[in-house]
């Protein structure tokens, strides 16, 4: 089993900036995807960003230029940098991985709240 343990989440100004953090542990296989989705309320849980061991990344359009997804595989950690964040990013941002047997694993979650 792995577990995944978000941090970093809270309450900022529009136009600000956040930063998430994401640990994973446990019985680890290759974690070849690393990423993040959010759910707001009312809404379907949507991709954010995600990268591959490779570096490959994929971004949703509403993030681009806005948000970077980066990781240490050493260190199984993945980041989510938010900049400029807007009001309607408000959610619970979730941590997502996928190993090498395409197995899926899911933080418990953090909230995001941007005030307008």
């Known amino acids: 089993q792995v577990q995944l343990v978000e941090s970093g989440g809270g309450l900022v100004q529009a136009g600000g900036s956040l930063r998430l953090s994401c640990v994973a542990s446990?019985?680890?296989?290759?974690?070849?995807?690393m990423g993040w989705y959010r759910q707001a309320p009312g809404k379907q849980r949507e991709l954010v960003a995600v990268?591959?061991?490779?570096?490959?990344?994929n971004y949703a359009d509403s993030v681009k230029g806005r948000f970077t997804v980066s990781r240490d595989n050493a260190k199984n950690t993945v980041y989510l940098q938010m900049n400029s964040l807007k009001h309607e990013d408000t959610a619970v941002y979730y941590c997502?991985?996928?190993?090498?047997?395409?197995?899926?694993?899911w933080g418990q979650g953090t909230q995001v709240t941007v005030s307008s």
């Open positions: 990268m591959t061991t490779t570096g490959t990344t």
């Open positions: 446990g019985s680890i296989l290759v974690l070849n995807t």
């Open positions: 997502f991985s996928q190993d090498i047997r395409a197995r899926n694993y």
